[in-house]
């Protein structure tokens, strides 16, 4: 352990939920002190084996857990056995922040929703997560991020390449963790309002909330009264300043040019076409909006004469805002994500991971820790808990705990 003084050091997190919002955000909490103790069942989180589902990146480490579950104490419980569910609610009864994201009728069944949690502990902090909300008619519907943060949303349809092709399919997990931000704010809101009356509370969000909030531009527009027009293909963006265009090796770059006052007559002097700004077609905003798909075609055909690494030391020269269409190749070696804190090394040295998304000046966070193996630390956990050696050899011994 370190001497560094961090905003969660003491605070006591239980980690009852599995893949993956609702872990994610007690990762964040472990990343600033937390001392959260995952609870898995005698076979293990589920979460432990999604790298092996068809379609994710092959690879003998554990990714997913490497990243959910790092700085994590793991503690193997039946929870279905009366004397494994005594083990969670003594260990509950010290601890400041609870989080769950099983199904609402699973906690009712196991004695682990809110209610009979809040009874053992009114300071707590009760951190609910679900697929669709807490209330109305698909409370109880099961779903992940591919179905209740990015198909219902709408951001499925929206942002498929175009209007004649399929909807877009999510990444693996790419809903999951900016929703366990948000649970991390929900948490760390009824943590400071505790601070002023004393008792703790519950907090909750969805996947369907979360996703809605991020298509919430285009959703606002709807609700307003707009015509949200339909994705056209690329060659027809309707604007040419804020669009995708393919360099001579394959490579793709994106421009967002919203200051066009400022940044297009410094873009066709880098793309060495500055005779097109007294083009009649390209001189003004409104005249680039009728003829978008022409300015397209002039640009691709001048991106198309030079490499990716090339475009980039030219635009950046000139200040023009635009962004290489990155792989994941390109991140092993992107040095601004290392010195901004976005990468970072594992303690022991087996590696890089993706740090949580914020930094506090002045506080740095928890060298990652690696993630804990089934039931590591569950004797010294319940031995902290006041346990004693026979209470816990005779739960081991009955199949309630392991490790």
């Given at each position: 352990?370190?001497?560094?003084?961090?905003?969660?050091?003491?605070?006591?997190?239980?980690?009852?939920?599995?893949?993956?919002?609702?872990?994610?955000?007690?990762?964040?909490?472990?990343?600033?002190?937390?001392?959260?103790?995952?609870?898995?069942?005698?076979?293990?989180?589920?979460?432990?084996?999604?790298?092996?589902?068809?379609?994710?990146?092959?690879?003998?480490?554990?990714?997913?857990?490497?990243?959910?579950?790092?700085?994590?104490?793991?503690?193997?419980?039946?929870?279905?056995?009366?004397?494994?569910?005594?083990?969670?609610?003594?260990?509950?009864?010290?601890?400041?922040?609870?989080?769950?994201?099983?199904?609402?009728?699973?906690?009712?069944?196991?004695?682990?929703?809110?209610?009979?949690?809040?009874?053992?502990?009114?300071?707590?902090?009760?951190?609910?997560?679900?697929?669709?909300?807490?209330?109305?008619?698909?409370?109880?519907?099961?779903?992940?991020?591919?179905?209740?943060?990015?198909?219902?949303?709408?951001?499925?349809?929206?942002?498929?390449?175009?209007?004649?092709?399929?909807?877009?399919?999510?990444?693996?997990?790419?809903?999951?963790?900016?929703?366990?931000?948000?649970?991390?704010?929900?948490?760390v809101t009824a943590l400071y309002d505790?601070?002023?009356?004393?008792?703790?509370?519950?907090?909750?969000?969805?996947?369907?909330?979360?996703?809605?909030?991020?298509?919430?531009?285009?959703?606002?527009?709807?609700?307003?009264?707009?015509?949200?027009?339909?994705?056209?293909?690329?060659?027809?963006?309707?604007?040419?300043?804020?669009?995708?265009?393919?360099?001579?090796?394959?490579?793709?770059?994106?421009?967002?040019?919203?200051?066009?006052?400022?940044?297009?007559?410094?873009?066709?002097?880098?793309?060495?076409?500055?005779?097109?700004?007294?083009?009649?077609?390209?001189?003004?905003?409104?005249?680039?909006?009728?003829?978008?798909?022409?300015?397209?075609?002039?640009?691709?055909?001048?991106?198309?004469?030079?490499?990716?690494?090339?475009?980039?030391?030219?635009?950046?020269?000139?200040?023009?805002?635009?962004?290489?269409?990155?792989?994941?190749?390109?991140?092993?070696?992107?040095?601004?994500?290392?010195?901004?804190?976005?990468?970072?090394?594992?303690?022991?040295?087996?590696?890089?991971?993706v740090s949580s998304p914020f930094e506090?000046?002045?506080?740095?966070?928890?060298?990652?820790?690696?993630?804990?193996?089934?039931?590591?630390?569950?004797?010294?956990?319940?031995?902290?808990?006041?346990?004693?050696?026979?209470?816990?050899?005779?739960?081991?011994?009955?199949?309630?705990?392991?490790?």
């Amino acid at each position: 352990m370190d001497s560094v003084r961090r905003p969660f050091d003491g605070l006591k997190v239980i980690d009852c939920a599995s893949f993956i919002a609702a872990p994610a955000a007690a990762t964040i909490l472990s990343d600033f002190g937390a001392d959260v103790l995952k609870i898995e069942p005698l076979e293990g989180d589920p979460h432990r084996a999604l790298y092996r589902l068809p379609g994710l990146a092959a690879t003998e480490r554990n990714y997913p857990w490497e990243l959910d579950a790092r700085n994590k104490r793991s503690v193997a419980i039946d929870l279905k056995r009366p004397e494994g569910l005594d083990v969670l609610y003594r260990l509950t009864r010290g601890a400041d922040v609870f989080l769950t994201n099983l199904p609402l009728a699973a906690r009712a069944r196991l004695r682990i929703d809110h209610e009979s949690i809040r009874a053992l502990n009114p300071r707590l902090v009760y951190a609910s997560f679900t697929a669709y909300g807490e209330t109305g008619p698909e409370a109880d519907k099961s779903g992940f991020d591919s179905t209740a943060y990015w198909a219902r949303s709408g951001l499925m349809d929206i942002v498929r390449p175009d209007h004649s092709t399929p909807p877009a399919r999510s990444a693996a997990g790419m809903g999951d963790h900016p929703c366990g931000v948000t649970l991390f704010a929900a948490i760390v809101t009824a943590l400071y309002d505790r601070q002023r009356t004393g008792v703790g509370g519950l907090v909750s969000s969805s996947l369907m909330a979360n996703g809605l909030w991020a298509n919430s531009f285009l959703v606002q527009g709807h609700l307003s009264g707009a015509t949200v027009p339909p994705r056209v293909p690329r060659e027809q963006a309707p604007n040419a300043l804020g669009n995708t265009y393919r360099c001579r090796d394959g490579r793709w770059l994106n421009m967002a040019l919203i200051n066009e006052e400022r940044q297009f007559e410094p873009m066709l002097e880098v793309l060495g076409i500055a005779e097109a700004a007294t083009d009649p077609r390209f001189a003004t905003a409104p005249a680039r909006g009728v003829h978008h798909a022409e300015l397209v075609a002039l640009m691709d055909r001048q991106f198309a004469q030079r490499d990716l690494a090339d475009w980039r030391v030219r635009l950046d020269r000139a200040a023009i805002t635009f962004s290489v269409v990155a792989t994941l190749s390109d991140i092993d070696d992107d040095v601004q994500m290392r010195a901004a804190g976005a990468l970072v090394p594992f303690a022991d040295g087996s590696g890089l991971t993706v740090s949580s998304p914020f930094e506090i000046a002045g506080t740095p966070k928890v060298a990652p820790r690696a993630a804990p193996d089934i039931g590591q630390h569950t004797a010294a956990v319940m031995h902290a808990e006041g346990f004693s050696d026979a209470e816990i050899a005779r739960l081991r011994e009955l199949g309630v705990i392991a490790g």
